[in-house]
């Protein structure tokens, strides 16, 4: 074999700008360690509940009245309770002025999570009492009921897991007893969306439509619900909101509904949640008074 000189053999192995040193070996290329694919995503579902690790924060349809647009995660239950609603109206005039009460205990909404932006409800009102009492008289009347049954469903079409904004479609159908016995059906749609402001702002809006039956005239009438909310985070797990509320029907002489309300919660960890607050009536048809307390639980 034939051997360069010196001086070629380091012209020669001058690669570009790196010189090699003469009798020292090329460098040998190091294999490249090949590219992990992607794990699968995981589809959870009713019959694979979602891990606490990977669920979202606890979103609740109280206290407010403002619905929210965030679904109960796949797989989940979640309670949501006012333990105490205490309702005072009065109305009327003269001699005819009357004032209305009503106690509620421990109407429930019952959650469960069926898809990862897809929720099944059922409201119960268990337990209602009420007491009407002309001003004018020391008597009164009293009755105690079981209040309507609502199904409802939540689905989520965007910002369930991230995002500025939420938003949501809730459909549903409420059996409502009627004075003499036996029930009707109301059906309804709920359009709700959720939006972050920034700074420890929320703000929140929902328009409603809802098909009633009118008890004293047996037809049936269009109710428009609109409402929105303002909520600021006061400290960890403390929160506050402001709200307006309105229900405008197309019933004859019925009126139109107005309220401000106001409440506060507190979480317990990441799964339970206290609150309180009270509403106000704005209107002549509105409710004068009512506060509650409520609390919210996910397992």
Do not use: C
């Not at 949501?168 to 309804?188: E, Q, S």
């Not at 509904?257 to 990441?270: E, K, P, Y």
């Amino acid at each position: 074999m034939r051997y360069p000189s010196l001086a070629g053999l380091v012209t020669t192995m001058t690669i570009t700008s790196a010189t090699v040193l003469v009798g020292q070996p090329a460098p040998v290329p190091q294999p490249v360690a090949p590219v992990a694919a992607p794990a699968p995503r995981v589809f959870y579902s009713l019959f694979k509940p979602t891990p606490w690790a990977h669920a979202r924060e606890l979103s609740t349809d109280r206290p407010d009245m403002t619905e929210s647009p965030y679904t109960v995660p796949a797989g989940r239950f979640q309670f949501e309770i006012d333990v105490v609603n205490y309702t005072r109206d009065v109305s009327g005039a003269g001699s005819a002025r009357t004032r209305t009460e009503s106690l509620a205990l421990a109407p429930v909404n019952m959650k469960v999570g069926l898809l990862p932006n897809l929720d099944a409800q059922l409201v119960v009102e268990t337990y209602v009492r009420d007491r009407e009492r002309v001003l004018t008289s020391s008597s009164a009347v009293s009755s105690s009921r079981v209040g309507a049954i609502t199904g409802r469903t939540k689905l989520n079409l965007w910002g369930n897991d991230g995002g500025r904004t939420a938003f949501g479609l809730m459909p549903f159908v409420a059996f409502v007893p009627r004075a003499g016995g036996g029930r009707y059906v109301n059906a309804g749609l709920i359009v709700p969306l959720s939006v972050d402001l920034g700074a420890g702002f929320g703000l929140g809006t929902m328009a409603e439509f809802d098909v009633e039956k009118s008890e004293a005239s047996g037809d049936y009438h269009t109710v428009f619900v609109n409402s929105i909310t303002v909520g600021r985070d006061l400290a960890e797990n403390l929160g506050a909101y402001l709200e307006f509320f309105s229900a405008a029907t197309t019933e004859s002489g019925a009126g139109w509904i107005r309220t401000l309300n106001f409440g506060m919660t507190r979480g317990l960890g990441g799964n339970v949640q206290l609150d309180l607050g009270a509403n106000f009536g704005l209107s002549r048809v509105a409710d004068d008074f009512n506060p509650f307390l409520g609390l919210s639980f996910r397992f």
